[in-house]
């Protein structure tokens, strides 16, 4: 998920994994709906989601494991 009170939008976790994130019409940025509450098995985006955690300049991924 992001933490909407954290969130920079700089758009860097769309950048680096826009199988998961997605920015809005509104301006803002989330997580696709078909990725909400659910076990993400594939290495490859889950790799990707590892990159944009790092890459998140104001810390707002949340990662539930």
């Known amino acids: 998920s992001i933490d909407k009170t954290k969130c920079a ?11 998961v994130f997605e920015m809005k019409d509104d301006g803002s940025i989330d997580v696709k709906d078909e990725y909400k509450g659910v076990d993400i098995t594939d290495e490859n985006i889950v790799s990707k989601i590892k990159d944009a955690v790092s890459g998140c300049p104001s810390s707002a991924i949340i990662v539930e494991e």
């Open 9 to 19: 939008v700089c758009g860097s976790c769309v950048a680096i994994c826009p199988e």
